[in-house]
Nanobody, 118 residues
Framework: QVQLVESGGGLVQPGGSLRLSCAASGSIFNIYNMAWYRQALGKQRELVASIGGTTDYADSVKGRFSISRDKAKNTVYLQMNSLEPEDTAVYYC??????????????WGQGTQVTVSS
């Protein structure tokens, strides 16, 4: 089993910053990709940023958010700057892990709430 524990969410004013963390533990073999998704109320879950062979960002967060990882700690981070009310959502950590790429599975964290409001 793989467990993902997220932290760092909360309430922040527009223009503020937050840093999310997600630590993976359990039966971790190779981690091929780590990512952050978010889901706003009444909307579909969307990819925010991912890091693996390449680093990719949603257009809406480019230049404001930065994803990074600590391979030794099996942890992925999301630094969020210049936050806007539109960034309000539940943020989910996601990893692709397995003994090989073709036998790997996706795992999800429980989500952490980010609210941007004055």
């Amino acid at each position: 089993q793989v467990q993902l524990v997220e932290s760092g969410g909360g309430l922040v004013q527009p223009g503020g910053s937050l840093r999310l963390s997600c630590a993976a533990s359990g039966s971790i073999f190779n981690i091929y990709n780590m990512a952050w998704y978010r889901q706003a109320l009444g909307k579909q879950r969307e990819l925010v940023a991912s890091i693996g062979g390449t680093t990719d960002y949603a257009d809406s967060v480019k230049g404001r958010f930065s994803i990074s990882r600590d391979k030794a700690k099996n942890t992925v981070y999301l630094q969020m700057n210049s936050l806007e009310p539109e960034d309000t959502a539940v943020y989910y950590c996601n990893i692709r892990s397995g003994t090989s790429y073709h036998s790997s599975s996706y795992y999800w964290g429980q989500g952490t709430q980010v609210t941007v409001s004055s």
